[in-house]
């Protein structure tokens, strides 16, 4: 299968976050902190906060999935999960099993 058939999902475990925000400097598109102070992911505008967690993948913008992997990679809270979920698999609807974080 090739890399470009392979769309990021990422998801944030909100009990480990720190609120640093270093997510939302690389990729305020995709992450925000709110009036808790925790980071929580968002798809075209709407806001993964209820309840947040593994029960809230947010699709990533092609655009933004380099910026992705890097906050993932940088979380001191080790807490940004990101998933790579086949295209055939998002035509389908189907919800991609969770792998280990990164
Ligand atoms: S980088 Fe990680 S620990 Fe820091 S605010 Fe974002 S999710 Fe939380």
Redesign the pocket.
Known sequence: MDVTDNRVKVW?DQD?????????DHAPEV?T?LEDG??YCKEDGHVFSDPGGAAELALVPVSSEAEVVA?AN???????FVEFVSVATLEAGRTPELSEPR
Do not use: K, S, V
């Open positions: 944030i480990l976050c720190t609120g640093d925000g270093i997510c939302t992450f902190i925790i980071a906050a940088e979380c001191p809270g080790e807490c940004i």
